[in-house]
């Protein structure tokens, strides 16, 4: 399932534990360079400042890219439902671009394919709200139907998590999570029991 082999990880922190040993001085640098040569990984990393650099630029882009071409080809419509389905679609090309960012250029907490995957999330979400639910009239009542976005975000950020390894996407799943119950029931008693039992399946998924 995860897109990241257990051994590639394994030899990843081999090498962070190699440059910090080095750093320390509890080897040598002849030791240090023998044992990197023996750890080498295909996976491509980079320092966290270029990484954070790197994901917000990826997210500006496709932002910009998304809004470019709504602008251009759909300015002349009002139609949220043609909207949503053209923000499933950019969902679509998103996960795809996360998949061949790891897959095919072997980034590894790269910044850019971790945006990628937020994105997918993102228009998904935007998507479905609008394609399903933007002519749908205002109503105070709890309705299980408005659940939908919700759940499958929450669903789709779990699988973004076991497949990148992208810790914050279980947050982002939970959060989802937290908005479940208020589409079912009116009671804050029942939410609030509704919660617990969700962090709890939440939290055996995560140990397993």
């Avoid at 051994?7 to 044992?35: H, M, P, V």
């Avoid at 980034?107 to 394609?131: D, P, T």
């Avoid at 804050?188 to 939440?202: F, G, K, M, N, Y």
Wanted: charge should be negative; glycine fraction near 6%; charged fraction near 15%.
């Amino acid at each position: 399932m995860k897109l990241y082999s257990l051994s590639s990880e394994e030899t990843l922190r081999a090498r962070k534990l190699l440059a910090d040993w080095a750093g320390e001085g509890l080897i040598t640098q002849e030791q240090y360079q023998r044992l990197e040569q023996e750890t080498v990984s295909e996976l491509r990393t980079t320092n966290i400042f270029l990484r954070l650099v790197l994901f917000l630029f990826t997210l500006i882009s496709v932002g910009a890219a998304a809004a470019l071409f709504l602008k251009v080809f759909l300015s002349g419509t009002s139609d949220q439902t043609t909207d949503g389905i053209f923000f499933l679609i950019f969902a679509a090309v998103c996960y795809a671009a996360a998949e061949v960012a790891v897959s095919q250029a072997h980034l590894y907490r790269y910044g850019i394919e971790e945006a990628l995957a937020v994105c997918s999330v993102g228009f998904l979400c935007a998507g479905m709200q609008l394609a399903l639910f933007s002519g749908r009239p205002y109503s105070p009542m709890p309705d299980a139907v408005l659940s939908l976005v919700p759940a499958v975000g929450g669903v789709f950020s779990l699988w973004i998590w076991r497949r990148f390894g992208l810790w914050y996407a279980f947050l982002a799943a939970m959060v989802f999570a937290l908005f479940l119950p208020g589409h079912w029931t009116s009671s804050h008693a029942a939410q609030h029991v509704i919660v617990a039992r969700s962090e709890e399946h939440t939290s055996e998924l995560q140990s397993t």
